[in-house]
């Protein structure tokens, strides 16, 4: 029932669309003897409009990592004997807590780093860090800063990446392995992260249709036509800080929970060295800027600060969610902004509500699958279509099918183009349950292909209905055309698009997204011209009117657009109307219901049952005077047990 999404088909036709396809690489504390490290995943976050299916995909996820777990589980108790005895013992942390450590930091453009005497690669040098301490710091906080400029190479400013190289040695300590006597293996621990992204910026070949200019520049016009509509750009971002995990949990090698296994490094000696974390998950990706010619010096602001064991399992698990997502095929072009959003929502609002609007989205997920449930429920079950508006099933189907080709015609993830194409297979199977299809051979398509025949229900058309239903849609026509043509024009003059093809898709969409909650109004007249309100599905209707109240709260509470709020404002009052219906209308108790069956063959099918007993019980004689009825039975008087009063003097007279 909500239709609150009011994004304009404009936008989604921009001249120039950026779009942020992260590689970077997991900021993974290894040994000094440089171990491969595992790639990282941007975060990959949803909007409000989004976090009901952020909820469920968290659920899911966290269902397929039980099964896994349990797979892995199974592995273990299968490995070999010596792995067997390692993983009976618990490792400790290599380094204690208040050991004095010594934090170096390298900038360059080689994923393996070794050039350690070379000074202008030393980013930042920090001495006498003790590990675990909350209160260093001018702040007291545990935190320190560092700014400086890097210098931009050739390299770097051609799409070449950057990485930044974090080595922790205990005090005293070098991390170059060349120097002997001061480097040790298990006293150096490392993290490598590329520091730069790539983001993709992809260049639509837009212009008015009627005049062919463009807001494209020559430049970006002369770019996608030499190297494409797609051209990858590295973005730099000012701000990092580097996280050490102030953490002593004895882990067992083999048995460290996911996420975290992949951020565990053990040594040989029977221990583990320290989790340190390249955190860049607070960095918003409108802030990346890129890296060209015109960017000769990158400006650079580290902090370090420690983090507890919590918060490291937070941000792995977002990372392990970006895993998930891009191999279910979540990669929409508008990911950028929507993570940004949350990002921003987590930031400014209360956490307390904050955690009450996750809680709520779960909440508006399963009543999103209830009113699926029992919509399909209804339509299933339906024998009669007296009072349902048929013209609104074609038209669903209308609206499923433009909102599908618009999403095909422009760049969509995988995820949302199957979950389009399902709604259309159901819409379209409803029309099955509300006509009745044929194959006409009789006239064949080119000669072999035979046409379909729609032909109504007897329900439908000997009822009032059907003359109710297209009498509301004439009344609807008359608002509804003026409306499409007057978007129409102003489209194809303001907009630009790619031809009149995807003209047609985004004017259909955007007008339908704007005013596509007209098309509940036949329903209403329908009910008002039956003056019944019995065969609507209710089930279905109260659950997505509770979804839209949801949506009402946070709309105002969580910054939206004022557009969204406004929609989610018009579905309201579209189902006020149906409550005010369904008191003013009392119940009818001759309407057919979703069952075939009537309010009135339920009444006679009791009082049938009240007047079979009754049959099988003669009624007593409760008057002294009345006479007993007459028996009709052959069999003598004294044999039928009828209870009766004993007789008065008078009637013994009488005798």
Same mark, same amino acid.
């Given at each position: 029932m909500n239709m609150a999404d009011n994004s304009s088909a404009g936008d989604a036709a921009a001249a120039v669309n950026q779009s942020g396809?992260?590689? =970077?690489?997991?900021g993974q504390a290894v040994a000094g003897d440089g171990t491969n490290q595992q790639p990282q995943q941007p975060p990959r976050q949803g909007t409000w409009q989004v976090l009901k299916g952020v909820a469920f995909r968290m659920f899911v996820i966290y269902m397929i990592m039980s099964f !896994?777990?349990?797979?892995?589980?199974?592995?273990?108790?299968?490995?070999?004997?010596?792995?067997?005895?390692?993983?009976?013992?618990?490792?400790?942390n290599l380094f204690a807590k208040g050991t004095q450590l010594d934090m170096r930091i390298y900038i360059s453009e080689d994923e393996f780093f070794s050039d350690f005497n070379n000074s202008k690669s030393l980013f930042w040098e920090l001495n006498h860090v003790e590990y675990g301490d909350w209160e260093m710091g001018e702040l007291g906080d545990g935190t320190f800063t560092h700014t400086g400029?890097?210098? =931009?190479?050739?390299?770097?400013?051609?799409?070449?990446?950057?990485?930044?190289?974090?080595? !922790?040695?205990?005090?005293?300590?070098?991390?170059?392995?060349? @120097?002997?006597?001061? !480097? =040790?293996?298990?006293?150096?621990?490392?993290?490598?992260?590329?520091?730069?992204?790539?983001? @993709?910026?992809? !260049?639509?070949?837009?212009?008015?249709?009627?005049?062919? =200019?463009?807001?494209a520049t020559p430049e970006m016009l002369k770019i996608a036509e030499n190297e494409g509509s797609v051209e990858i750009l590295s973005h730099w971002h000012p701000n990092l800080t580097v996280n050490l995990v102030d953490d002593h949990t004895p882990w067992r090698e083999g048995s460290v929970p996911q996420p975290l296994d992949q951020y565990v490094v053990f040594h040989a000696s029977g221990g583990y060295f320290p989790i340190v974390y390249i955190n860049d998950y607070w960095n918003l990706a409108s802030e990346y800027t890129p890296i060209n010619d015109t960017t000769p010096q990158l400006l650079l602001t580290l902090t370090y600060t420690p983090i507890s064991l919590l918060k490291l399992q937070f941000y792995a698990a977002q990372n392990m969610r970006n895993q998930w997502t891009m191999l279910l095929g979540d990669e929409a072009p508008d990911d950028d902004e929507e993570q940004d959003t949350l990002k921003r929502a987590m930031l400014e609002t209360n956490p307390y509500l904050l955690g009450l609007t996750?809680?709520?989205?779960?909440?508006?997920?399963?009543?999103?699958f209830l009113a699926f449930k029992n919509d399909i429920q209804f339509w299933n079950n339906r024998k009669s279509l007296e009072g349902l508006s048929v013209r609104s099933v074609f038209f669903g189907v209308f609206q499923s099918l433009v909102v599908l080709l618009y999403i095909l015609d422009n760049e969509t993830n995988f995820v949302v183009k199957v979950s389009v194409f399902i709604g259309l297979l159901i819409d379209c199977w409803k029309i099955t349950k509300v006509t009745t299809i044929q194959f006409d051979r009789d006239n064949m398509i080119l000669g072999i292909i035979p046409k379909l025949k729609f032909q109504d229900k007897a329900s439908y058309t000997e009822s009032a209905t059907k003359h109710y239903d297209m009498l509301a849609f004439k009344y609807l026509s008359w608002l509804l055309f003026p409306l499409l043509i007057a978007y129409g024009i102003y489209s194809v003059i303001y907009q630009e698009h790619k031809g009149w093809y995807s003209w047609v898709l985004n004017m259909l969409y955007g007008f339908l997204l704007t005013f596509g909650f007209i098309m509940m109004t036949p329903q209403l007249f329908i009910n008002y011209k039956l003056k019944s309100v019995a065969h609507l599905p209710w089930r279905m209707l109260t659950y997505k009117a509770l979804n839209t109240f949801i949506d009402d709260i946070f709309a105002f509470v969580i910054k939206m657009p004022t557009l969204y709020r406004i929609g989610c404002l018009r579905d309201d009052v579209i189902f006020m109307i149906f409550l005010y219906q369904k008191y003013i209308y009392p119940v009818d108790y001759k309407r057919v219901n979703e069952f075939g069956t009537t309010g009135e063959m339920h009444i006679g099918t009791k009082d049938d049952e009240q007047k079979g007993d009754g049959d099988a019980s003669p009624p007593a004689v409760t008057d002294g005077d009345a006479t007993p009825p007459a028996v009709t039975d052959s069999k003598p008087q004294e044999e039928v047990q009828t209870p009766v009063e004993p007789k008065s003097a008078a009637d013994k007279k009488e005798d």
């Open positions: 396809d992260i590689q =970077a690489q997991n !896994f777990r349990g797979r892995s589980s199974d592995k273990t108790a299968d490995t070999t004997e010596s792995q067997s005895v390692n993983s009976g013992k618990f490792a400790e400029h890097i210098e =931009a190479t050739e390299g770097m400013m051609n799409n070449g990446s950057i990485y930044m190289h974090v080595y !922790f040695t205990k005090h005293g300590y070098s991390p170059d392995p060349s @120097k002997r006597g001061r !480097f =040790a293996r298990k006293h150096t621990v490392k993290a490598t992260k590329m520091i730069n992204r790539f983001k @993709k910026r992809k !260049f639509s070949k837009t212009k008015n249709l009627l005049t062919g =200019a463009t807001d996750f809680v709520v989205s779960i909440v508006h997920s399963v009543f999103e």
